[in-house]
């Protein structure tokens, strides 16, 4: 197939694309505890008042209109019991928020472990984002009222683990072991300080090799209170004055918190290559499908930590892209990059925009994630055209941590047919809001890849 080509943006818009970074952690920066605790009957309501409203729901996070499920009030036990979660990795892993009886099938057990614990999907970030995990007494207190049916009345849980403020027991952080030569590449942002509350947010413009590398597996890894780890190409139509020198640290924010504007005009042409969410994620494509990376260029890393304690953190991350040797690849992949620019949501109203994406050469598709800013309320992807003419294949309600699925089944396109994105957003303003990069904007965009 043709490369799926991506339109750089104008440099007026690049101005508004630092705000755009920055949004994903904005409605969880420092703040107090919301009220949302609840009379204590019973070990759920202990949970409450001492684990997950101070933890989890601060600074706007997991509180009524935050997007998030209400960790809150007296519904928050309604809104885990057998819930279906947001995440769409999370559902295709056949996890519900809370099973009762069943901790392992619970995504809240999955979430609040430390961050070194390894997952097998894409569950989304470790909670409490950049914030100390939960200590073992508290994470074994959870795993004790799940395990007796979680029941919303009733002590079922030893109460005395809620003031063990152990570590949970996990390995140390271990750097990321480098491929065997000839086997891939290994990239790297090496470890750097991240001060007390503040985020850091980092883009690394780092070399690959004098030779095509042809990369099937991407695994990445990275230090606690990571919020994600994207690699981006480059469009080949960006100007020679906004390519980054190698391997210069270039930081979206000052040490003030203000943002770096000249730091970030490669953010209008960069096109996604991979990424994750979680700390330890790793993803393989199919058999004999390798994405290729032309020789002598170069990706550029961007690293994004929150640190929302009173003490400095060190934030590190690595990727290793595996590679098999060209006689083997059957099919060169290429990465999806299609976004909605015509977006206009009138204030105060729920909004649903369709878009088609059509190829003009057949065309497979094996792997899709999705992106808007705060206002996206739920993205579906279905197919446009061919004998699965109208199948919905992914969907997400979580804006903050969509999820990256590789798909079960690929989606065959012929010429003319596609993909449908149709996404509605719930527009809480008083304004209006049209597509656009700052955090007061909107997109929605398909990305993923394809042979």
């Not at 000052?254 to 991979?274: C, E, K, R, S």
Request: hydrophobic content about 40%.
């Amino acid at each position: 197939m043709p490369p799926i080509h991506r339109r750089p943006l104008g440099l007026h818009t690049v101005l508004g694309l630092l705000a755009c970074a920055s949004l994903f952690l904005t409605a969880c920066a420092s703040g107090d505890s919301p009220a949302g605790t609840i009379a204590v009957d019973g070990s759920f309501a202990r949970l409450q008042n001492e684990v997950l409203v101070p933890s989890c729901a601060t600074g706007g996070c997991h509180v009524s209109g935050s997007g998030q499920v209400v960790l809150t009030g007296p519904s928050a036990y309604d809104g885990l019991i057998n819930a279906l979660p947001t995440h769409t990795g999370a559902r295709l892993a056949g996890l519900k928020r809370v099973v009762p009886g069943r901790p392992d099938s619970s995504l809240l057990y999955h979430r609040v472990l430390a961050p070194t614990h390894r997952l097998p999907v894409d569950l989304g970030p470790v909670m409490p984002v950049g914030r100390a995990s939960l200590s073992a007494g508290q994470v074994e207190y959870l795993v004790q009222w799940i395990a007796a049916g979680a029941p919303r009345r009733g002590e079922v849980a030893d109460a005395s683990l809620l003031a063990d403020r152990t570590a949970q027991s996990s390995a140390a952080f271990q750097p990321l072991e480098a491929p065997a030569v000839g086997s891939g590449i290994q990239l790297r942002v090496e470890p750097f300080t991240v001060a007390p509350t503040f985020e850091r947010e980092l883009f690394v413009y780092r070399r690959t090799t004098a030779t095509d590398l042809y990369v099937r597996r991407i695994h990445f890894r990275m230090r606690p209170n990571s919020h994600h780890f994207v690699i981006y190409g480059l469009d080949p139509t960006i100007p020679s004055f906004a390519v980054p020198s190698w391997d210069a640290i270039r930081d979206i924010r000052n040490a003030d918190g203000t943002m770096n504007v000249t730091n970030m005009l490669t953010m209008g042409y960069h096109v996604f290559f991979g990424g994750s969410m979680q700390p330890e994620f790793s993803y393989e494509f199919p058999a004999g499908v390798a994405l290729r990376i032309p020789a002598r260029t170069g990706l550029d890393l961007n690293v994004h930590y929150a640190n929302y304690g009173t003490a400095p953190i060190t934030g590190e991350a690595a990727v290793n892209l595996h590679t098999i040797p060209v006689g083997q690849v059957t099919k060169v992949a290429r990465t999806i990059n299609w976004g909605n620019q015509s977006i206009s949501l009138p204030a105060g109203q729920r909004t649903t925009l369709e878009r088609v994406f059509t190829v003009t050469d057949s065309t497979t598709i094996f792997a899709l994630t999705s992106h808007t800013h705060r206002l996206g309320e739920r993205f579906l992807i279905r197919i446009a055209g061919g004998p699965r003419n109208g199948e919905t294949i992914y969907e997400s309600t979580d804006w903050e941590h969509p999820a990256f699925l590789i798909l079960p089944q690929p989606v065959r396109l012929g010429p003319g047919e596609g993909l449908r994105s149709v996404v509605t957003y719930n527009n809480t303003t008083g304004n209006l809001v049209r597509f656009g990069l700052q955090s007061t904007d909107e997109m929605g965009i398909i990305f993923g890849y394809a042979y």
